[in-house]
């Protein structure tokens, strides 16, 4: 039950106000989206889209990645290195999502055309802060010699003009943001919900309703994924039928393509398609448990449980290679 004011502290994954259905006028909009589910902490592991990932292509990296501390052999401290390692296509991500994010806001007070010089520079802006922080893997890896602007500038660029050249960016601006106030841009934390019993984590970058629909947009910046799509789509819809209690089909979740050209996947789910896809979250959730001494605690097995990957194309994109490979791939880190 929504508390009187609409508003409060929730209880544990309790709902603070719900969505309820939309009348059609903008006003009511204000009513529809209630703010995102709480979840009290548990050290269980949640499944998520790329958990699995590299579950399914290395389990020694999977263990890497998620239990470093419990590794006897290398130090956490060394492992951890490795794992904060960055690479420019992850980076053209980060940054442009954080652009993204600042222009959403934007539109939320005022719909004035875009100034593309002063926007082009703001972009600068997030490269050049993004080149003082991270440590990227093509360059400990000896790939380049140091990482410059002009190595990400490019693609950045391109994916924020063809963003705003799209009919998706007019449809913002025309269409969508008389309702921004509802708009739930970049939600914090690691979309942690829940399907029956199970912890999962599904990360929406912009949800907002329009009209009778929940739409949820996913920036994209590298190459499409043809065999991913179904999966990632179906989970957003999941992410928001579970956390506004709304049937499936009034969500429409987009994965927006931002390179080389703008370009949508787009796709609606019915309950049976969301039962399907819990269904298949259970199996994955299970083989991962499989790997635990103790499921609850999310304590793993021995390390030498989690085989190395004998596929030296998959090593050689791996941030840990110089662990597992230190003579073939030597680390300056
Ligand atoms: S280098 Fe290869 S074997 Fe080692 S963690 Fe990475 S993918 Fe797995």
Redesign the pocket.
Same mark, same amino acid.
């Given at each position: 039950m929504p508390s009187p004011s609409g508003r409060g502290v929730a209880e544990a994954g309790q709902r603070l106000s719900p969505i309820q259905a939309y009348s059609g006028d903008p006003e009511d909009a204000a009513g529809m989206v209630q703010p995102i589910r709480q979840y009290p902490y548990t050290p269980i592991l949640g499944w998520s889209l790329s958990r699995y990932d590299l579950f399914s !292509? +290395? $389990? $020694? $990296?999977y263990f /890497?990645q998620y239990y470093a501390k419990y590794d006897r052999e290398v130090p956490i401290r060394r492992l951890t290195r490795f794992k904060e390692l960055t690479t420019v296509p992850m980076e053209t991500g980060t940054i442009v999502h954080e652009v993204i994010e600042v222009l959403l806001n934007r539109l939320r007070t005022t719909s004035e055309p875009i100034d593309r010089e002063r926007f082009h520079a703001f972009a600068d802006q997030a490269i050049a802060r993004s080149l003082e922080g991270k440590t990227f893997d093509e360059v400990v890896y000896g790939e380049l010699p140091a990482i410059h602007p002009e190595d990400l500038r490019p693609r950045v660029l391109a994916c924020l003009d063809n963003l705003l050249a799209s009919d998706r960016f007019r449809w913002l601006v025309e269409e969508a943001s008389p309702a921004s106030g509802q708009w739930i841009i970049d939600p914090p934390g690691y979309g942690e919900t829940r399907l029956g019993d199970l912890k999962v984590y599904i990360k929406v970058d912009v949800l907002f309703p329009l009209g009778e629909q929940i739409h949820i947009l996913d920036w994209k910046t590298g190459k499409t994924d043809p065999g991913k799509h179904r999966k990632q789509l179906v989970g957003y819809a999941t992410w928001a039928a579970t956390h506004f209690a709304i049937e499936p089909e009034r969500v429409l979740p987009t994965l927006a393509y931002l390179y080389p050209a703008y370009e949508e996947v787009q796709q609606s789910f019915t309950a049976a398609d969301l039962q399907a896809f819990a269904v298949q979250v259970r199996a994955e959730t299970h083989e991962m448990y499989e790997y635990c001494r103790d499921i609850e605690q999310n304590i793993p097995l021995e390390k030498a449980e989690f085989p $190395? !990957? #004998? #596929?030296p194309r @998959? +090593?050689a994109?791996?941030? /840990?290679?110089a @662990? +597992? /490979?230190p003579e073939t791939?030597p680390a300056a880190l």
């Open positions: !292509i +290395c $389990r $020694r $990296r /890497f $190395r !990957i #004998d #596929d @998959v +090593c994109q791996c941030a /840990f290679r @662990v +597992c /490979f791939y």
